[in-house]
C-alpha cells in the first residue's frame, strides 16, 4: 500500500494523538509588554494577534517587525505559545516588535467529525487552508501597515515566520506576491513586500489552482530556510504528488542564488520534522546573522550550511525542546509520499 499523502499523514496521526491525554500546555513567561488586538474578523469571528514590545525602550527610527505564524497541519494551535516566548524577548530587547498571529484553520473539524470551515465547491481542500492562511496573514501585515505610527514600526522591515503549516503560509505568501497573485493584490497595498521570511520547515505548495511550475515573476525578498534534509512531512526539495507540487529550500535557494538574492539555508542532515521547531529555542545566532546582516545590513550573503551529527535532530535527546506531543503529532504518520530525498550514507555529500 503507498503511503498516505503529507496532509493525510498529519491529519491522521495529529488526530490520534489528540484523542490520547494531553500534557498541560505551559503558562508563557515573558519580560515584553502584550497587547492582544483584533485585526480581522472572518465568518462574524475575530481573529487576534498578539503584539509585544518593549514600550519604554528608546530606539532609533523606526523598529522592525517580526510575525510569527504557528504550526499544527492547520488544524489545532494557537497565537498562544511558550515555546515563543524567549525568542520574542530576546529579538524585542534588540528593538524588533515581535507579533504572534492566529489564522483560520482550514483543516479542523469538530466534535462531530465535521469540518469547522467549508471548503467552497472546486476548491483543492490542501490549497484552501493553505490560502485561508495566507490571507489573514496579509490582513495582519495590512492592519500593521496601518497603524504603523502607533507602534513606530517601519512598514519596509516587516520579517514574516513560522513553523511547518505557518511556514508554508509564509513561503506562499511571498510566493504570491512575486507572481500576482490575486490574494495579494486583493489584501496588501500596492507594491509592498516582505523583508525577509524565515521558514522552519517550510516550503511553496501549489495546486491546479495555482501554476504549479515555480516561476517568480518578481524578485523575492531575503529568505533563512531551517529544515531537516530528511523531512517526512514537508519537502526539502521537490515533492510532485497527486494534483499538488512541493517546493523545499533545497529547490528555492538555488532558484535563489540565480537570481541573486540572498539567502542562508540551514539544512541538518537526517533530521526530520522537528526542526520546525527547535529553531525557536536553540538557533538564534542563525536568526540573529540573517537580521542584522541581510535584513537590517542589506548584505548580499548567500550561505548554505550543512550539520551533520551521529545522532541527528530527530530522537528523545531533543524531545525536551518542543511543545508536548508536537514531535509525535508531526512525525507519526511516517514518511510521506514524495517527500524529501532519501539521506545520502556515511554522512557525505551527494
Known sequence: ????????AIIISALSFSTKAQPKMPE??????KTTVEFVVRDSKPILMDIYQFKNQKTDGKRPVFIYSFGG????????????????????EKGWVCVAIDYRLGS????????????????????????????????????LIKHADEYNIDPEKIVISGSSAGAINSMNAEY?????????KDNLPK???????????????????????????????????????????????????????????????KQLYTMDVPYMLNEYRDGDHVNAL?????FWNEIDSFLDRIVLGGQNIKVHSVEI??????????????????????????????????????????
Open 278 to 282: 527547535l529553531a525557536l529555542k536553540w
Open 1 to 8: 500500500m503507498k503511503r498516505h499523502l503529507i496532509i493525510s
Open 28 to 33: 508563557p513567561v515573558y519580560k515584553t509588554d
Open 309 to 350: 551529527s551521529p545522532t541527528p535532530r530527530t530522537d528523545a535527546n531533543f524531545l525536551d525542546t518542543v511543545r508536548p506531543g508536537q514531535y509525535q503529532a508531526v512525525n507519526g504518520g511516517g514518511r510521506a509520499q514524495g517527500g524529501a530525498p532519501a539521506a545520502p550514507q556515511g554522512g557525505q555529500r551527494r
Open 73 to 92: 497541519a492547520w488544524m489545532m494551535g494557537s497565537r498562544v505559545d511558550a515555546l515563543c516566548n524567549p525568542l520574542y524577548d530576546h529579538l524585542c
Open 176 to 184: 504570491y506576491i512575486c507572481t500576482d497573485h490575486k490574494l495579494a
Open 191 to 253: 507594491g509592498f513586500n516582505y523583508a525577509g521570511v524565515i521558514p522552519m520547515a517550510g516550503a511553496v505548495y501549489l495546486t491546479g489552482e495555482n501554476d504549479t511550475e515555480l516561476k517568480w515573476s518578481k524578485t523575492p525578498c531575503p529568505m533563512c530556510f531551517f529544515h531537516g534534509s530528511a523531512d517526512p512531512t514537508v519537502t526539502f526539495d521537490i515533492e510532485r504528488g497527486r494534483g499538488r507540487f512541493g517546493y523545499g529550500p533545497n529547490y528555492i535557494s
Open 108 to 143: 479542523a473539524r469538530g466534535r462531530d467529525g465535521k469540518p469547522l470551515i467549508n471548503v467552497p465547491e472546486g476548491y483543492n481542500p490542501f490549497q484552501f487552508s493553505i490560502d485561508i492562511g495566507v490571507e489573514d496573514l496579509y490582513a495582519a501585515t495590512a492592519w
